[in-house]
C-alpha cells in the first residue's frame, strides 16, 4: 500500500512484531545497551505505545528469550519411528536449523543468564536461566522418549544431559566463524551420542542392554553404523 497511512496492528500481533525487534537487539548487544527508544524506531511506533504493550524493558526481554525457548524446545519433537540414530539426525538438522537462521537470537538465549547479571539485575538474569533450563529439560524428555524408557537409570541421565550440553556448546562455537560444515558436525554429534552411551556402557550392565537394544535396529549404513566403520578404519591392522 503506498497511502502513506501506517498501517495498525491487533494487539497481540504488535505484540509479536516487538517481541521479534527485540529479541534482534538483545541479540547483538547487553540489554543495558539496548533503549526503549531504539527498540520503539526499529519497530516504527512510539515509546508510549512500547509501554502500552511492555511494562518495562525488563518484561520486554523475559519475553523475546521465552519466544526463543519454545521455538528451539520444538526442534527436539521427533516422532519415534525408524531407526535412533536417523531420529537424532534430523532432530540435530532442525536443532542447526534455528542456529543457523537465528544465531544472535540463539546465542542471546543459551548465554541470557550471563549477559543480564549485573545489568538488568538478578531477576532478568533468574528468568533467563529459567528459560536455558526448560530448553535442556524439553531436549532431555525427547531424547528419553526416544529411547522408549520410562525411568531412565542414573548413566543414562547422564549420558543424555552430557549430550545435550555438547550440542549446545558446539553450536554456539559453529556460530564464532562456521569453520566447520554443519552437516558434518550434525552427524558428528549424533555419533557423539553413540560414543557417550558406548563408553557408559562399558562401565554398566544396564547401559549395555540398552546399547545393545539400540544397535539392533540400527543399519549398516545408519549414522551408527557408519560410526562403527570409521573407528575399525583407525584400527591398526
Do not use: C
Not at 542456529?99 to 541470557?112: I, K, N, T, Y
Amino acid at each position: 500500500m503506498t497511502t502513506g497511512v501506517r498501517r495498525r496492528m491487533a494487539v497481540e500481533e504488535r505484540r509479536r512484531q516487538l517481541i521479534g525487534v527485540a529479541l534482534e537487539l538483545f541479540s547483538h548487544r547487553s540489554p543495558d545497551e539496548v533503549s526503549i527508544d531504539e527498540i520503539a524506531a526499529a519497530a516504527g511506533i512510539s515509546r508510549p505505545l512500547v509501554y502500552h504493550y511492555f511494562p518495562g524493558k525488563l518484561s520486554l526481554y523475559e519475553a523475546a528469550l521465552k519466544r526463543a525457548a519454545e521455538d528451539l524446545a520444538t526442534r527436539f519433537v521427533e516422532p519415534r519411528e525408524g531407526p535412533l540414530g536417523a531420529r537424532l539426525l534430523r532432530v540435530m538438522g532442525r536443532f542447526f536449523d534455528f542456529v543457523d537462521e537465528h544465531g544472535p537470537g540463539f546465542s542471546a538465549l543459551m548465554r541470557g543468564g550471563p549477559a543480564v547479571s549485573g545489568t538488568l539485575g538478578g531477576e532478568a538474569a533468574s528468568a533467563a536461566n529459567a528459560l536455558i533450563d526448560s530448553v535442556r529439560q524439553a531436549a532431555y524428555e525427547q531424547i528419553v522418549r526416544h529411547l522408549g524408557i520410562t525411568e531412565p537409570p542414573a548413566r543414562l541421565e547422564l549420558v543424555i544431559r552430557s549430550w545435550v550440553s555438547l550440542a549446545e556448546s558446539t553450536a554456539l562455537i559453529w556460530l564464532d566463524g562456521r569453520r566447520i560444515p554443519r552437516a558434518e558436525l550434525e552427524l558428528q554429534l549424533v555419533h557423539d551420542f553413540a560414543a557417550l552411551t558406548a563408553v557408559s556402557a562399558a562401565y554398566d550392565a544396564e547401559m549395555a542392554a540398552i546399547l545393545t537394544r539400540i544397535l539392533a535396529d540400527e543399519p549398516a549404513d545408519g549414522p551408527f553404523g557408519e560410526l562403527v566403520a570409521r573407528l575399525v578404519a583407525l584400527a591398526p591392522r
